[in-house]
């Protein structure tokens, strides 16, 4: 991002996969990559869209409360760093069971491994 430029990092409900078959897609069509306590699931789209993201979080990790603290954690990593992606996509981020009780700083660091390894970096 250019010196003095604002912009704005949300996650509308435009960027957001909702819909069963878009997770289906990407599972089976998408790229693979697992870092730390993520597995992301990616698939470019074309240059003119906007990257989208979806989370999952299996019961496994943990009750309700750590599930949804897994969650939140995986949107405002791809919502800080969502500006960084190469090119426009689409993104599955999979919480691990390793995610339960860890800190923001480590999730980022995971997010940002994982981004680097699969080439979807800027820069």
Known sequence: ????????LTLGASQRLKQPRDF??????????????????WGERPPEGRSRLGVVAA????????????????????RLHQHLLRVPAEVVLVARNSIAG?????????????????????G
Do not use: H, Q, W
């Open 1 to 8: 991002m250019p010196a003095g430029a604002s912009t704005r």
């Open 24 to 41: 289906l897609r990407l599972k089976t069509a998408g790229r693979r990559l697992a870092r730390g306590c993520l597995l992301l699931n």
């Open 59 to 78: 019961k496994r990790i943990g009750n309700a409360v750590v599930r949804a603290r897994a969650k939140r954690l995986l949107r405002e990593v791809f």
């Open 102 to 122: 860890k800190p923001f700083a480590e999730v980022n660091r995971d997010y940002l491994s994982a981004l680097r390894a699969a080439g979807l970096l800027r």
